[in-house]
């Protein structure tokens, strides 16, 4: 039996391919494995990024792949179709972190009503959410549209939640507002609505072609073009955080805000562009927002369950939203999966679309 996958290479992710990879009989599994089908999984610029810092922060680890190439990790639905585990039925439908492919061996370990993890040895030392899996057979808020929102949103939703909480924390570095860039991606729009929730004032900064979206949304107070950014005024304190990663507007902006840049949060990384060496920076020091550590922080100041209920209660606020500005879109096959691939990677994906992929054909 074999798994098609889908790979990439490293550097060059231009090119891209599908491979067949040899699959354990049922006989042959390990002890406790589960083979899983991978039935749909969701695909945005964050695997993209995912992909641009896959040796850097071992996401090439998880998934193997041969010859300089890799295995871009997804969020998705997974179906287990065999199982060494005794307390895992076939048929099990699970939520987690898969390979583009059809298929992946879990060496199922931790196994809890809600959930187990992945104990595979090459899997180990990245952060503990990559290798969880929840139980969802029958739960409806992970089947159908909404399973969908979750694939496509949860895990992004999660950083918006968690940077939001960090500013709040801080009294937002008393700034009057706060800037985000790649104002239409998903993760952008999350963080939106939550600091518009709090009142604050938001300015979405973006592409002239998506600046209709993101006006659309109803979460920014201001919708300002890439080229345009000089013409906000500069002498209220902001803070800024950064989807795109481009390293030619974070000098734009520091430059322009000077001491009023109280906070400077790194994020993602959707232009790709090239980095060049910004030197040092008027105002507050770029720096990277690295989610395990807030994550870290609130665990022991909330106590067991403490994020995950407060996470809960503003993904209930945020899901409803998704039914109005998100299109979810669904293709299956290798060929489907290699347009959206090559799509994601040029940013030529319109932002009110959501792809929900899968291999099998
Ligand atoms: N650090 C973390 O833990 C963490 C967690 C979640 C997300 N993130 C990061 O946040 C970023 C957003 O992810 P997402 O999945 O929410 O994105 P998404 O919804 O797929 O965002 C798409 C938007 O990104 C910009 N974009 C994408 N590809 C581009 C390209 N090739 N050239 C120029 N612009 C491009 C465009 O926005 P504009 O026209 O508005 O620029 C586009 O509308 C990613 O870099 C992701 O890795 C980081």
Not at 293 to 314: N, S, T
């Amino acid at each position: 039996m074999t798994s098609i996958d889908f790979v990439v290479a490293k550097d060059d992710l231009d090119q891209c391919k599908t491979i067949a990879t040899a699959l354990p009989g049922a006989d042959a599994l390990p002890p406790d494995a589960l083979l899983v089908k991978v039935d749909r999984f969701a695909f945005t610029a964050n695997n993209i990024t995912y992909a641009v810092l896959g040796d850097e922060l071992k996401y090439w680890q998880l998934f193997p792949a041969p010859g300089g190439f890799g295995n871009i990790p997804v969020w998705g639905f997974g179906e287990v179709v065999e199982s060494k585990h005794p307390n895992v039925a076939v048929g099990e439908r699970l939520f987690g972190y898969f390979p583009m492919a059809t298929h992946l061996v879990i060496e199922a370990t931790d196994v809890s009503r809600r959930g187990l993890r992945d104990g595979a040895a090459h899997r180990q030392g990245v952060a503990p959410v990559y290798n969880a899996y929840a139980r969802v057979s029958g739960d409806p808020a992970y089947a159908g549209r909404h399973g969908d929102y979750q694939a496509l949103l949860r895990p992004l939703f999660m950083l918006s939640f968690l940077v939001d909480d960090f500013l709040a924390e801080n009294d937002d570095f008393a700034a009057r507002s706060v800037l985000l860039s790649s104002a239409s991606s998903k993760t952008a729009f999350g963080l939106a609505h939550l600091l518009h929730t709090r009142g604050r004032k938001v300015i979405g900064l973006t592409s002239a072609g998506n600046a209709g979206f993101v006006t659309s949304l109803g979460c920014y107070d201001e919708v300002v073009l890439y080229d345009r950014v000089t013409s906000l005024p500069s002498d209220a304190p902001v803070a800024f955080v950064d989807m795109a990663g481009n390293s030619a507007l974070r000098a734009e902006l520091h430059r322009h805000f000077g001491n009023q840049m109280k906070c400077s949060l790194r994020v993602g990384l959707t232009h790709r562009a090239t980095e060049a060496d910004e030197g040092e920076l008027p105002g507050a020091k770029p720096r990277w927002f690295f989610a395990p550590d807030q994550i870290r922080k609130r665990a022991k100041e909330w106590g067991p369950g403490g994020i995950e209920q407060r996470f809960g209660a503003v993904w209930s606020g945020f899901a409803p939203l998704l039914e109005r500005c998100l299109t979810v879109v669904e293709s299956r096959g290798p060929d489907a999966v290699r347009q959206v691939y090559l799509d994601t990677l040029k940013g030529r994906i319109p932002p009110e679309q959501g792809h929900m992929l899968s291999l099998l054909g």
